[in-house]
């Protein structure tokens, strides 16, 4: 859940535009697909059981494995995610290709 919020907080924050990223600070090609599927699990468990205390240990295992998979480090991944939020123009950016990609999965 707290992917989840933290995610949609991104779209309402708002800072200087620029265009890249720096150095340290995950690429949107590789950022996208992490918060995509972290955002997927995080809306099944819930979903499926509700109240957060009854699925934190699951989806920070489901989490943690999904960072594993990508080599990202939870805390570059975070880094990351507030670095998107402060910058408009990339977390409009990364929220038009999850949007884009999950349209397509859902055709």
Do not use: W
């Amino acid at each position: 859940m707290m992917f989840a919020r933290f995610f949609f907080c991104l779209v309402l924050l708002s800072a200087c535009q620029q265009n890249t990223v720096p150095e340290g600070i995950l690429p949107l090609d590789q950022m996208a697909p992490l918060v995509q599927e972290i955002t997927l699990l995080e809306t099944h468990f819930q979903t499926k059981f509700g109240v957060p205390s009854q699925y934190k240990k699951a989806l920070d295992l489901s989490v943690a494995r999904v960072l594993k998979k990508s080599s990202c480090s939870k805390a570059d991944f975070e880094k990351s995610l507030k670095y998107y939020a402060a910058h408009p123009a990339l977390q409009k950016e990364l929220n038009e290709k999850l949007l884009t990609e999950l349209s397509r999965k859902i055709r």
